[in-house]
Nanobody, 118 residues
């Protein structure tokens, strides 16, 4: 599966932004999908995950209550809704796919830059 993330940009603190990740190929619904981010000078960090059917999500503590992951399996899309953005959310955001209920992310998108100004 190939992944293409989009929707990044420059926003102010407190703003909202929605990232999209489009998957090519079949069997999108068989992949759990994750979002990760990498801030300048830091290691890549797990942001959240959504299960294959969309019924289960998990998030890193720092984004709980502010970020929401959803997916549309009919359109091969997964979303990351980011509300109340903070400067520390500035990073390149990546989507990734993990097959068959695992958390082994085998496929990665190219990343989209989110910059939050204070």
């Amino acid at each position: 599966v190939q992944l293409q993330a989009s929707g990044g940009g420059l926003v102010q603190a407190g703003d909202s932004l929605r990232l999209s990740c489009e998957a090519s190929g079949r069997l999108f619904s068989t992949y759990g999908m994750g979002w990760f981010r990498q801030a300048p000078g830091k290691e890549r960090e797990f942001v959240g995950h959504i299960s294959r059917g969309g019924g289960g999500t998990s998030y890193v503590d720092s984004v709980k209550g502010r970020f929401t992951i959803s997916r549309d399996n009919a359109k091969n899309l997964v979303y990351l809704q980011m509300d109340n953005l903070k400067p520390e959310d500035t990073a390149v955001y990546y989507c990734a796919a993990a097959p068959m209920g695992s958390r082994d992310y085998k496929y990665w998108g190219q990343g989209t830059l989110v910059t939050v100004s204070s």
